[in-house]
């Protein structure tokens, strides 16, 4: 397992505003499902953000295969790195297929257009995020769920070292969020790539997750195994509410609020 | 809807059957504009008779030209600013960059700085200081942190546009007759040109625009789907929109400063574009420039020969066809999103 990406001593505010992110350490290495959890507000989708490239971190460093990512050129970390969003609009109604295949942009010469085989990278991105059916759709007439798959697949059609992921499944249903969380699983087991995934959906983690990270009011609270994370000590501290309560069934965790 | 052309096809293929088949439309209004007028001339009589000659190498082959170059350059910046903005009504006409413009020329003409600096009228150069404010002005007030809202982006136009029209209205009131009538004339916008001058002037300018922004369509197509993931594909984004406005910001100065503010080609013409071969913007802006061209020589056609007795202000022209096509998008606000 080779770190990919390396948050140092990581710190963010938006404007001059209070920190967001503060002296946050941690590395995403390959081969690793993780996921990263904490209340509303406490920073994770910043600390996506600034881990894909979008922000940039006020104090310290990101490092992607050793070199900071301000001297990584675009086109390089736009290889390495995929980053899916929280939440989007599509404004202009392009297809599917048309979204997907822009995931091809970071593989291809100035002024060239996509081929062939981009077209079929972009084809069996849609396959393997479930998402097949979509390719020849407004992106406009879908719905949330099925917009998130769509993006999923343009990640994947980036063929990364590393994919990011906020709230992927917030408008997923049940069956399409396991599929999801599969899909996931099969990346990391197959293709060795480094998955780090913002969640609220903590039921979703144990058995699957390698690791995660907790946040609390922007900064490291513990970067565990999900059994030491999915504690009701440790989960009633994240998110500031002593009513959580944990049971084991059949060694899973099951998490409920009094 | 779909575009006629499947957008799921290649985008290489859509482009070879959309270039060929735009350019050929281009050249057909081009040379029916050119034998249509008040006065019609045939090859044999350009080359004949010297009236002919001059009639059509110094008025009506400028004028034809001028109509092109203008409507290339306003159909390109208006399908340049919906992908830029994120929103199907955006044009430079309603996001008064033109109105912006048209101050700029107009304290242009108010002090008589007729200058030309390295063969480029002064006249463009504060017209283009003009349309760059109100841009960035307009983007700044529509923008809160990191989002854009469509709504308020249409609304700070408007404000603009008002401010901009009621800033002409003053320069007039205190400028000396002259200067006032000759604002008068320029505001209300003409593609009447005598001579080649003016038009190698802007071609100085806008055809190299045109390059620039076309070349940057990729980047363009990658931020009208997403702004914000557009950073995780290569693009500088902060870099991208800066070039964009000053690009467009530049050929609204110069085509407001030389035909005034035509208004809704920008409109218009890009969704015409889409209607037909789809929505990436690598086909939608070299079809704008080629459609724009053609749409805005046809129409100074229909407006200098409608009447026998008088022309019509071409922007009349495209206000009558405009003003109904912006409602008719705004009533299938259910298509785009952001409206």
Request: proline residues 4%; aromatic residues 6%.
């Amino acid at each position: 397992m080779t770190p990919i990406l390396e948050a140092r001593n990581l710190a963010f505010a938006y404007g001059s505003r209070a920190p967001v992110i503060h002296d946050l350490s941690f590395t995403v290495n390959s081969g690793t499902l993780g996921a990263v959890i904490g209340s509303n507000g406490c920073g994770k989708s910043t600390l996506v953000k600034l881990l894909a490239g979008i922000l940039k971190p006020t104090r310290g460093d990101i490092m992607l295969d050793g070199v900071s990512l301000i001297h990584v050129p675009r086109m390089v970390a736009a290889r390495r790195i995929a980053y899916v969003p929280q939440a989007f609009s599509m404004v202009f109604p392009f297809t599917a297929l048309e979204v997907v295949i822009t995931g091809r942009s970071p593989f291809r010469k100035p002024f060239r257009f996509e081929d062939e085989h981009d077209r079929e990278c972009a084809l069996k991105a849609l396959e393997v995020a479930g998402a097949a059916h979509l390719a020849d759709r407004l992106v406009t007439t879908l719905s949330g769920g099925e917009q998130q798959l769509v993006m999923v697949a343009r990640a994947l059609a980036q063929e990364p070292a590393c994919i990011l992921l906020d709230e992927p499944s917030s408008s997923l249903d049940l069956k399409h969020r396991s599929a999801l969380m599969r899909t996931l699983v099969r990346l990391r087991d197959t293709l060795g790539m480094a998955v780090l995934v913002v969640t609220h959906d903590l039921h979703l983690m144990d058995k699957t997750f390698d690791r995660v990270i907790a946040l609390r009011h922007g900064g490291l609270m513990m970067d565990a195994a999900p059994v030491e994370v999915l504690t009701q000590a440790v989960l009633a501290e994240v998110y500031e509410d002593q009513g959580i309560r944990t049971l084991n069934v059949e060694g899973r965790i099951v998490m409920w609020c009094d | 809807m779909v575009a006629i052309l499947n957008p799921s096809r290649p985008l290489v293929s859509r482009l070879a059957i959309a270039i060929p088949l735009l350019l050929l439309l281009l050249a057909v209004v081009m040379l029916g504009a050119l034998t249509v007028g008040a006065q019609s001339i045939s090859l044999k009589e350009i080359l004949s008779d010297p009236t002919a000659h001059t009639l059509f190498f110094r008025l009506r082959l400028p004028r034809v030209l001028m109509g092109a170059l203008i409507g290339a350059s306003l159909a390109l910046v208006g399908a340049a600013l919906q992908a830029l903005f994120r929103n199907p009504l955006a044009d430079p006409f309603i996001l008064g960059v033109s109105g912006g413009g048209a101050v700029g020329a107009s304290l242009a003409i108010a002090f008589g700085i007729g200058a030309v600096v390295v063969g480029i009228p002064f006249i463009f150069i504060a017209a283009f200081v003009g349309a760059a404010c109100s841009v960035f002005l307009v983007y700044g007030v529509a923008k809160t942190g990191r989002t854009l809202l469509p709504g308020a982006l249409l609304l700070s136009g408007v404000a603009v546009n008002l401010i901009a029209a009621a800033g002409v209205l003053i320069i007039q009131f205190f400028v000396d007759p002259s200067r006032a009538h000759q604002i008068l004339r320029w505001t209300t916008g003409s593609l009447d040109v005598v001579g080649f001058t003016t038009i190698m002037q802007m071609s100085c300018i806008l055809i190299p625009s045109w390059i620039a922004l076309l070349a940057m369509s990729h980047q363009l197509h990658l931020l009208a789907i997403d702004k914000e993931t557009a950073t995780t594909l290569g693009v500088d984004v902060r870099r991208s929109e800066i070039l964009i406005h000053l690009l467009c910001s530049l050929m609204i100065g110069v085509t407001v400063a030389v035909g005034g503010a035509v208004g809704f080609v920008g409109l218009i013409v890009p969704h015409g574009i889409r209607m037909l071969f789809g929505e990436d913007l690598r086909i939608v802006l070299p079809g704008s420039l080629l459609l724009g061209a053609a749409f805005l020589v046809g129409a100074d056609t229909v407006a200098r020969t409608a009447l026998s007795s008088t022309e019509l202000p071409v922007g009349a022209i495209t206000a009558l066809l405009g003003g109904p096509a912006f409602l008719w998008l705004l009533r299938r606000r259910q298509r785009y999103s952001a409206l």
